[in-house]
């Protein structure tokens, strides 16, 4: 229990370095994703293509 508790924790804390991270390189552009419990949820399972499907969908639509 307590390696996939410390490996579900990792997983979120690099979802949101990896969200911090895009936010601030795409501030000049003004492209943003914002940072909340579904996105942090998404990118954190997905990864990186979750990330990728989270921007499309939310200036697509």
């Given at each position: 229990m307590k390696i996939k508790l410390?490996?579900?924790l990792r997983k979120i804390v690099f979802a949101f370095?990896?969200?911090y991270g895009i936010n601030?390189?795409?501030q000049s552009v003004n492209v943003y994703l914002p940072i909340n419990l579904i996105t942090i949820s998404t990118t954190?399972?997905?990864g990186?293509?979750?990330?990728l499907s989270l921007f499309?969908?939310?200036y697509i639509i």
């Open positions: 410390g490996t579900i370095g990896i969200i601030t390189m795409l954190a399972l997905l990186v293509p979750g990330l499309a969908v939310f």
